[in-house]
């Protein structure tokens, strides 16, 4: 059986505040707010993940109202979610997520991004399809006050 889920995530830019994306640390004067690290394109993939195995959202397994997962890093989110998925026999076929951010530029970070996930995951690095875009200077993002990102995940049993 092969299912595939959706998975959103948007976070505001802040100073004094790191910015993780795809679960490495990127050089920028801003970073993302949240309760965890705010690694938006990992939340959207766990989001992914997690709606095609029908188990809900990161924010049920992981609230933001909880002291364990307060700054928590994203990428034990991510291993937890596999391991969640993996107690109803599925597991990860892949990934196809897209950043939306003015700056910093994305593109240049995207294989580093992809080994950290597929090495978190446990999978090829080839399973993991990321892309970035701006929103050419529209809405939040153009205005440089949150990045977002967007996911698809498919997963098999």
Sequence with gaps: MIRVGMGYDVHQL?????LWMGGIKLEHTLGLLGHSDADVLIHAICDAILGAANMRDIGYHFPDTSKETEGMDSKIILKKTIDLIATKGYHLVNIDATI???RPKMNPHIPAMQQCMA???GCDSDCISIKATTTEKLGFTGREEGISAYAVALIEK
Excluded: H, K, L, S
Aim: aromatic share 0%; proline share 9%; net charge negative.
């Design 14 to 18: 802040v100073p004094n505040r790191e």
């Design 100 to 102: 939306c951010a003015e």
């Design 119 to 121: 090495q978190v995951i």
